[in-house]
């Protein structure tokens, strides 16, 4: 695609090649650097890696205008999140999605901007600060005027951007909603939340004509998905079998299949899906996202998938019972957990559509985001001080240390294991 794409000519028939009914800017980005003597693959592994370096450090700008890259809860999330072995997989790999998240960040960056004031958040149960400070004001008072425009039209234009580059790019849609509606309750806050509002209808805006002229009217329909002919007959024996029974199919959607705890890495059921195929690649190169080169890096990944089993559902109620509070940290958790819940949400609804499991819908690579959802629970199962023993608890400080140690170790591994 990166060959038979130009910027004069951004499009092919929809159903010509295998890619082709892909929106057109992941393809015509790296199309820059083949014009100027890289190959194909090589263009679309350096606009992958641009692109893994652009969402490390927007995260990381988001952090530090909340105050919580001061932190080392900030600090742990940002460097758990950031060496994930799928994050560490596709910085060099041929996909688009490595382009999502990175828009992603750009939205989120943009929206805190422009939607959180930070005099709106308490710090009723403050962390030990690191010897950092930041200067932080409200972006909507007049001398600050000019940073809110950019920042409205910088998350416009990450989301218009990502729609333009892979369907999956329309959910950051959903971002800018969560965004405005986990701000603690404050002046202006109405005010805010139009304008998130008015930035959504300005995305859509932007992308609305392209995904109308390219795809709703030759196929009728906004969203074509190339199984839908490339595999017509597999895809309807599947969907005829899922209508048998729809109740099943969920449970074997959601069923921890008892092969899955074998030592195979390449296991994949081609008669059913699962959502377990996507967790497993977060945490385990398979043929989907990489051959694996080790056996090493096998066994961290195995060990690191079930410990976040473990891990993730404490961290969930530990962010349950403090949902109500106006912290930067837990109202960032309110959309980083929401925006989770829409990626895999939109997972299950594309499974249920193209429900052929020859194909692999239940890719970890097409909900990229919910790392973030993972190194936040991970991080917040680790804050609730009441699991600790009373006489233990002079030592936190030194614990807290030791965490972020571990931490330390976490990132040093992933990037020195071969694989990856």
């Not at 960056?109 to 409200?138: I, N, T």
Request: one cysteine or more.
């Amino acid at each position: 695609m990166v060959q038979r794409l130009t910027w004069a000519v951004p499009y092919t028939p929809i159903r010509e090649t295998f890619y082709g009914y892909h929106p057109p800017l992941g393809f015509l980005v790296p199309r820059l650097l083949y014009l100027i003597g890289f190959t194909p693959e090589h263009s679309i592994q350096i606009v992958s890696f641009a692109a893994s370096l652009a969402a490390f450090f927007l995260l990381r700008a988001t952090l530090k205008h909340l105050h919580l890259l001061s932190k080392p809860s900030g600090i742990a999330f940002l460097y758990i999140a950031s060496s994930i072995p799928i994050q560490l997989s596709i910085t060099t790999s041929v996909n688009l999605d490595v382009i999502i998240i990175a828009f992603a960040a750009a939205t989120l960056y943009g929206a805190v901007q422009f939607l959180w004031p930070h005099a709106a958040f308490s710090e009723a149960h403050p962390q030990c600060m690191l010897p950092l400070r930041f200067h932080h004001s409200d972006p909507l008072q007049k001398n600050h005027r000019y940073e809110t425009v950019l920042a409205v039209f910088g998350s416009v234009a990450a989301i218009a951007c990502a729609s333009l580059t892979k369907f999956s790019g329309v959910l950051l849609l959903g971002l800018l909603p969560l965004v405005a509606l986990a701000q603690p309750f404050h002046r202006k806050w109405f005010r805010r939340c139009t304008l998130g509002a008015t930035a959504c209808a300005m995305a859509v805006a932007f992308a609305f004509p392209y995904y109308y002229t390219r795809y709703y009217i030759p196929e009728g329909k906004f969203f074509p998905l190339n199984t839908e002919w490339a595999a017509k007959e597999e895809t309807e024996r599947a969907i005829a079998k899922r209508d048998e029974d729809r109740t099943q199919f969920f449970k074997e959607l959601f069923h921890l299949h008892p092969a899955y705890a074998a030592t195979d890495p390449e296991y994949s059921d081609g008669e059913t899906n699962r959502l377990w195929d996507a967790w497993r690649d977060f945490w385990i190169r398979n043929t989907r996202t990489g051959q694996l080169r080790s056996d090493a890096a096998f066994n961290v990944g195995m060990l690191y998938m079930h410990i976040a089993l473990w891990l993730l559902p404490a961290g969930l109620v530990v962010f349950l019972q403090r949902v109500r509070r106006q912290t930067a940290w837990i109202r960032l958790g309110w959309v980083i957990v929401g925006f989770a819940l829409i990626q895999v949400a939109a997972l299950v609804q594309y499974i249920y559509r193209i429900p052929y499991a020859g194909y692999g819908p239940a890719k970890g690579l097409y909900i990229l985001p919910f790392v973030w959802a993972i190194a936040y629970l991970i991080v917040t199962a680790f804050q609730d001080q009441r699991l600790l023993p009373h006489r233990c608890r002079p030592w936190i400080p030194m614990m807290q240390r030791g965490a972020m140690g571990l931490v330390a170790l976490f990132v040093m591994v992933n990037h020195a294991i071969p694989t990856y």
